[in-house]
């Protein structure tokens, strides 16, 4: 790694996207690649419905202590004091007045309504406050995505007689659809098994931000299934990410709305994947041919899902799988263009020095964080 960050400070730094490595093994071979690639910009923009944005607003005079309090209509979380706020990006009643709408909207330069309210203290004697706020006036706002970043997704399909409405999007019945929810090799958990390259205190692109992984993410299993590769045939892995949503582009930050069941938050992010072994490097130079995906049934709520096997990003990024002798037509829950886009900035970044090349000062933990709650 200080061999990477020397030449990174001499600007020679050599950088791949995911795609492109995957491009240069299958053209020119393995050793080949890896002897003319220092790091690769692997990256992924998928859905979360868990993210959250922390707020930490500034006293006003006289001052409040909120008990109670809604930004653009939506909900916050408050914390005991006057200054220690959360507003949960899922949360929200219609597609333009969610928390992900919101934010988008003060990422994009808008002032929203903000409303408070609290019982009278000696210290706090305010009980109300209405006022406007932009992004700036919010204080200190910090992104949480609990669950940023994934080894692998899964692909839904829907087996019963009923359209079904869930947050990967809608799935057709009898087999109509199937929907997928990681893009393949471009992903840093394809690129990286058990997310080696990540660890608490790595640095992650977060839509145009410098973020960073902050532990372990929700669902954590890093014991999975895996194939002889090592790269997992289930979620696997997690890792949780904040960034300062001061620096986050609203390009790369989409809000996204799912019916009855709610609103959730597309985020662009990208990693670098550091190659310092030729054994990095092949598991990083797998073609989609040879990666899967879990494919489950979405028709039977329960949290072990049956399923269909597995099936090939190859096929999955073609629009088409087969199975049980039926020609499935697929679709991505993930934005392939903005993993692109997002991509191909952060391997410009590590090149020109702009973005830190940073070894993790822990590594992911391997307990499970993924522990069923029985009655």
């Not at 706090?124 to 204080?139: H, I, K, M, W």
């Not at 300062?244 to 582009?249: F, R, S």
């Not at 009855?260 to 989609?288: C, R, S």
Request: net charge positive.
């Amino acid at each position: 790694m200080e061999q990477l960050q020397q030449r990174q400070a001499a600007g020679d730094l050599r950088v791949r996207t995911s795609t492109q490595f995957r491009a240069d093994v299958a053209m020119v071979g393995l050793q080949r690649a890896f002897a003319g690639t220092d790091v690769l910009a692997a990256g992924g923009c998928s859905i979360s419905t868990q993210a959250s944005l922390a707020i930490g607003l500034g006293p006003c005079d006289p001052p409040i202590r909120i008990q109670r309090a809604e930004l653009a209509g939506v909900r916050l979380q408050c914390h005991g004091s006057n200054n220690s706020l959360t507003m949960p990006l899922g949360g929200g009643d219609r597609p333009d007045r969610s928390g992900a709408a919101a934010f988008h909207g003060l990422l994009k330069g808008a002032s929203v309504p903000f409303v408070a309210s609290g019982q009278r203290q000696p210290q706090f004697p305010r009980q109300e406050l209405v006022t406007q706020l932009d992004l700036a006036s919010l204080g200190m706002t910090r992104l949480l995505l609990p669950r940023a970043i994934s080894e692998n997704g899964i692909v839904a399909v829907n087996s019963s007689e009923m359209r079904i409405w869930s947050f990967h999007g809608p799935l057709l019945e009898r087999l109509g659809n199937a929907v997928f929810t990681a893009p393949g090799g471009r992903s840093i958990g394809l690129s990286s098994p058990r997310l080696h390259c990540l660890g608490v205190g790595s640095p992650v692109f977060v839509a145009g931000a410098v973020g960073v992984v902050v532990g372990v993410g929700i669902g954590h299993q890093p014991h999975c299934k895996r194939l002889p590769s090592g790269h997992a045939l289930a979620p696997g892995a997690t890792a949780a990410v904040s960034a300062d949503a001061e620096h986050i582009k609203p390009a790369w930050l989409r809000p996204c709305w799912f019916g009855e069941l709610g609103a959730g938050v597309m985020v662009a992010l990208a990693a670098p994947v550091p190659l310092l072994t030729i054994k990095a490097a092949a598991a990083a130079g797998l073609g989609d041919h040879q990666l899967q995906a879990p494919v489950l049934d979405f028709s039977i709520p329960r949290r072990v899902r049956p399923g269909f096997g597995c099936v090939s990003y190859k096929d999955l990024l073609g629009g088409q799988i087969t199975m049980k002798g039926q020609t499935i037509s697929t679709a991505s829950a993930t934005s392939l263009r903005l993993t692109d886009d997002i991509m191909a900035t952060l391997a410009e970044k590590l090149r020109d020095g702009s973005f830190p090349l940073v070894a993790p000062f822990q590594p992911l933990p391997e307990k499970p964080t993924l522990t069923p709650v029985n009655s």
